[in-house]
Antibody
Framework: EVQLVESGGGLVQPGGSLRLSCAASGFTFSNYWMNWVRQTPGKGLEWVANINQDGSQKYYVGSVKGRFTISRDNTQSSLYLEMNSLRAEDTAVYFC??????????????WGQGALVSVSS | DIQMTQSPSTLSASVGDRITITCRASQSVDTWLAWYQQRAGKAPKVLIYRASSLESGVPSRFSGSGSGTEFTLTISSLQPDDFATYYCQQYISYSLTFGGGTKVEIK
Protein backbone atom coordinates (compact mmCIF):
# COMPACT_ATOMS: atom_id res chain seq x y z
CA GLU A 1 0.00 0.00 0.00
CA VAL A 2 1.29 3.43 -0.97
CA GLN A 3 1.93 5.64 2.05
CA LEU A 4 3.08 9.25 2.09
CA VAL A 5 3.66 10.85 5.48
CA GLU A 6 4.45 14.56 5.72
CA SER A 7 6.22 16.16 8.66
CA GLY A 8 7.87 19.44 9.56
CA GLY A 9 4.87 21.74 9.51
CA GLY A 10 4.24 24.34 12.18
CA LEU A 11 3.98 28.01 13.07
CA VAL A 12 6.64 30.35 11.70
CA GLN A 13 7.03 34.11 11.60
CA PRO A 14 6.92 36.04 8.31
CA GLY A 15 10.35 35.95 6.71
CA GLY A 16 11.19 32.69 8.45
CA SER A 17 12.07 29.28 7.09
CA LEU A 18 10.69 25.76 7.37
CA ARG A 19 11.56 22.39 5.86
CA LEU A 20 8.86 19.88 5.06
CA SER A 21 9.65 16.20 4.67
CA CYS A 22 7.64 13.39 3.13
CA ALA A 23 8.45 9.77 3.91
CA ALA A 24 7.29 7.42 1.17
CA SER A 25 6.69 3.68 1.37
CA GLY A 26 4.85 0.92 -0.46
CA PHE A 27 6.31 1.67 -3.89
CA THR A 28 9.65 2.13 -5.62
CA PHE A 29 10.16 5.81 -4.84
CA SER A 30 12.90 6.39 -7.42
CA ASN A 31 10.54 5.45 -10.28
CA TYR A 32 8.05 8.30 -9.81
CA TRP A 33 7.63 12.03 -10.15
CA MET A 34 6.78 13.68 -6.84
CA ASN A 35 4.83 16.86 -6.10
CA TRP A 36 3.98 19.32 -3.37
CA VAL A 37 0.43 20.66 -3.55
CA ARG A 38 -1.03 23.11 -1.02
CA GLN A 39 -4.51 24.05 0.10
CA THR A 40 -5.34 27.27 1.88
CA PRO A 41 -7.78 26.68 4.75
CA GLY A 42 -11.27 26.56 3.28
CA LYS A 43 -10.02 27.21 -0.23
CA GLY A 44 -8.90 25.31 -3.31
CA LEU A 45 -5.82 23.42 -4.37
CA GLU A 46 -2.59 24.94 -5.70
CA TRP A 47 0.29 22.96 -7.16
CA VAL A 48 3.55 24.21 -5.63
CA ALA A 49 6.43 22.21 -7.14
CA ASN A 50 7.42 18.89 -8.63
CA ILE A 51 10.56 16.89 -9.29
CA ASN A 52 11.35 14.06 -11.65
CA GLN A 53 12.67 10.64 -10.79
CA ASP A 54 16.38 11.50 -10.55
CA GLY A 55 15.97 15.10 -9.41
CA SER A 56 17.28 16.58 -12.66
CA GLN A 57 14.01 18.40 -13.45
CA LYS A 58 12.30 20.71 -10.97
CA TYR A 59 9.36 23.03 -11.60
CA TYR A 60 7.70 25.63 -9.37
CA VAL A 61 4.59 27.80 -9.32
CA GLY A 62 5.54 31.41 -9.93
CA SER A 63 4.69 32.67 -6.45
CA VAL A 64 7.33 30.45 -4.78
CA LYS A 65 10.16 30.59 -7.33
CA GLY A 66 13.37 31.70 -5.68
CA ARG A 67 11.99 31.05 -2.18
CA PHE A 68 11.13 27.32 -2.15
CA THR A 69 13.35 24.40 -3.16
CA ILE A 70 12.12 20.88 -3.83
CA SER A 71 14.50 17.97 -3.47
CA ARG A 72 14.49 14.23 -2.97
CA ASP A 73 16.66 11.48 -1.54
CA ASN A 74 15.96 8.25 -3.38
CA THR A 75 18.14 6.26 -0.97
CA GLN A 76 15.84 7.35 1.87
CA SER A 77 12.58 7.37 -0.16
CA SER A 78 12.05 10.93 0.99
CA LEU A 79 10.83 14.16 -0.56
CA TYR A 80 11.60 17.60 0.83
CA LEU A 81 10.42 21.19 0.47
CA GLU A 82 12.73 23.89 1.79
CA MET A 83 10.69 27.07 2.31
CA ASN A 84 12.43 30.41 2.87
CA SER A 85 11.21 34.01 3.13
CA LEU A 86 7.80 32.74 4.15
CA ARG A 87 4.80 35.02 3.77
CA ALA A 88 1.33 35.02 5.31
CA GLU A 89 -0.08 33.85 1.97
CA ASP A 90 2.01 30.67 2.21
CA THR A 91 -0.19 29.54 5.10
CA ALA A 92 -1.76 26.28 3.94
CA VAL A 93 -1.91 22.53 4.31
CA TYR A 94 0.92 21.09 2.20
CA PHE A 95 0.34 17.70 0.60
CA CYS A 96 3.04 15.40 -0.71
CA UNK A 97 1.76 13.55 -3.78
CA UNK A 98 3.05 10.79 -6.01
CA UNK A 99 2.99 11.54 -9.71
CA UNK A 100 3.31 9.25 -12.70
CA UNK A 101 6.15 6.89 -13.48
CA UNK A 102 6.78 8.12 -17.01
CA UNK A 103 8.83 10.94 -18.50
CA UNK A 104 6.27 13.67 -17.76
CA UNK A 105 4.83 14.87 -14.49
CA UNK A 106 1.15 15.54 -14.11
CA UNK A 107 -1.48 13.56 -12.25
CA UNK A 108 -1.20 13.12 -8.48
CA UNK A 109 -2.16 9.48 -8.05
CA UNK A 110 -1.52 9.22 -4.30
CA TRP A 111 -1.65 11.84 -1.56
CA GLY A 112 -0.37 12.18 1.98
CA GLN A 113 -2.53 13.45 4.82
CA GLY A 114 -0.98 16.92 4.69
CA ALA A 115 1.11 19.14 6.96
CA LEU A 116 -0.15 22.52 8.17
CA VAL A 117 2.15 25.50 7.75
CA SER A 118 1.05 28.71 9.45
CA VAL A 119 2.91 31.95 8.81
CA SER A 120 2.03 34.59 11.37
CA SER A 121 3.64 37.01 13.79
CA ASP B 1 0.02 29.95 -16.89
CA ILE B 2 -3.07 28.09 -18.04
CA GLN B 3 -6.16 29.12 -16.05
CA MET B 4 -8.81 26.51 -15.23
CA THR B 5 -12.37 27.65 -14.52
CA GLN B 6 -14.99 25.34 -13.05
CA SER B 7 -18.74 25.81 -12.99
CA PRO B 8 -20.82 25.83 -11.00
CA SER B 9 -18.91 26.57 -7.81
CA THR B 10 -21.68 24.92 -5.77
CA LEU B 11 -24.25 22.40 -6.89
CA SER B 12 -27.20 21.19 -4.80
CA ALA B 13 -28.51 17.76 -5.73
CA SER B 14 -30.27 14.69 -4.37
CA VAL B 15 -29.25 11.05 -4.15
CA GLY B 16 -29.94 9.43 -7.51
CA ASP B 17 -29.56 12.64 -9.52
CA ARG B 18 -27.37 12.85 -12.62
CA ILE B 19 -25.01 15.80 -12.34
CA THR B 20 -22.47 17.44 -14.61
CA ILE B 21 -19.57 19.71 -13.68
CA THR B 22 -17.80 21.79 -16.31
CA CYS B 23 -14.15 22.77 -16.49
CA ARG B 24 -12.82 25.27 -19.04
CA ALA B 25 -9.15 25.93 -19.84
CA SER B 26 -7.81 29.32 -20.93
CA GLN B 27 -6.00 27.55 -23.79
CA SER B 28 -6.02 24.07 -25.21
CA VAL B 29 -4.80 21.29 -22.93
CA ASP B 30 -5.65 18.57 -25.48
CA THR B 31 -6.82 15.73 -23.18
CA TRP B 32 -4.24 16.33 -20.47
CA LEU B 33 -6.86 16.79 -17.79
CA ALA B 34 -7.59 15.03 -14.49
CA TRP B 35 -10.51 15.15 -12.07
CA TYR B 36 -10.18 14.74 -8.29
CA GLN B 37 -12.68 14.24 -5.48
CA GLN B 38 -12.05 15.65 -2.02
CA ARG B 39 -14.29 14.66 0.85
CA ALA B 40 -14.41 16.92 3.91
CA GLY B 41 -11.26 16.66 6.01
CA LYS B 42 -9.58 14.22 3.60
CA ALA B 43 -6.92 14.41 0.94
CA PRO B 44 -8.06 14.51 -2.69
CA LYS B 45 -8.15 11.35 -4.76
CA VAL B 46 -7.94 11.03 -8.52
CA LEU B 47 -11.08 9.90 -10.36
CA ILE B 48 -10.30 10.51 -14.03
CA TYR B 49 -7.09 11.09 -16.02
CA ARG B 50 -6.49 11.88 -19.71
CA ALA B 51 -9.93 13.53 -19.65
CA SER B 52 -11.92 10.30 -19.84
CA SER B 53 -9.92 7.40 -18.38
CA LEU B 54 -11.34 6.04 -15.14
CA GLU B 55 -8.77 5.46 -12.39
CA SER B 56 -8.69 1.90 -11.08
CA GLY B 57 -11.23 1.31 -8.32
CA VAL B 58 -13.39 4.33 -9.15
CA PRO B 59 -17.09 3.45 -9.65
CA SER B 60 -18.37 3.46 -13.21
CA ARG B 61 -21.01 6.08 -12.38
CA PHE B 62 -18.19 8.62 -12.79
CA SER B 63 -17.28 9.60 -16.33
CA GLY B 64 -15.27 12.35 -17.99
CA SER B 65 -15.35 13.81 -21.45
CA GLY B 66 -13.98 16.67 -23.51
CA SER B 67 -10.83 17.88 -25.18
CA GLY B 68 -9.12 21.14 -25.97
CA THR B 69 -10.62 23.75 -23.66
CA GLU B 70 -13.92 22.29 -22.46
CA PHE B 71 -14.39 19.26 -20.21
CA THR B 72 -17.13 17.68 -18.15
CA LEU B 73 -17.32 15.32 -15.20
CA THR B 74 -20.61 13.45 -14.94
CA ILE B 75 -21.93 11.37 -12.07
CA SER B 76 -24.76 9.28 -13.48
CA SER B 77 -26.56 8.54 -10.20
CA LEU B 78 -25.38 10.49 -7.17
CA GLN B 79 -24.63 8.38 -4.09
CA PRO B 80 -24.26 9.56 -0.46
CA ASP B 81 -20.46 9.15 -0.67
CA ASP B 82 -20.34 11.52 -3.65
CA PHE B 83 -21.18 14.67 -1.70
CA ALA B 84 -17.76 16.27 -1.84
CA THR B 85 -15.74 18.89 -3.69
CA TYR B 86 -14.45 18.15 -7.18
CA TYR B 87 -11.41 19.71 -8.87
CA CYS B 88 -10.10 19.59 -12.40
CA GLN B 89 -6.37 19.91 -13.13
CA GLN B 90 -4.49 20.40 -16.36
CA TYR B 91 -1.11 18.80 -16.93
CA ILE B 92 -0.16 19.70 -20.48
CA SER B 93 2.14 22.36 -19.05
CA TYR B 94 4.97 21.78 -16.60
CA SER B 95 3.23 24.47 -14.53
CA LEU B 96 0.24 22.48 -13.28
CA THR B 97 -3.00 24.28 -12.44
CA PHE B 98 -6.23 23.32 -10.71
CA GLY B 99 -9.71 24.64 -11.14
CA GLY B 100 -11.36 26.45 -8.26
CA GLY B 101 -13.50 23.48 -7.26
CA THR B 102 -17.17 22.52 -7.33
CA LYS B 103 -18.84 21.63 -4.06
CA VAL B 104 -21.67 19.11 -4.44
CA GLU B 105 -24.14 19.56 -1.60
CA ILE B 106 -27.22 17.70 -0.49
CA LYS B 107 -30.39 19.46 -1.65
Amino acid sequence: EVQLVESGGGLVQPGGSLRLSCAASGFTFSNYWMNWVRQTPGKGLEWVANINQDGSQKYYVGSVKGRFTISRDNTQSSLYLEMNSLRAEDTAVYFCTRGPGGPNGGVSYSWGQGALVSVSS
Amino acid sequence: DIQMTQSPSTLSASVGDRITITCRASQSVDTWLAWYQQRAGKAPKVLIYRASSLESGVPSRFSGSGSGTEFTLTISSLQPDDFATYYCQQYISYSLTFGGGTKVEIK
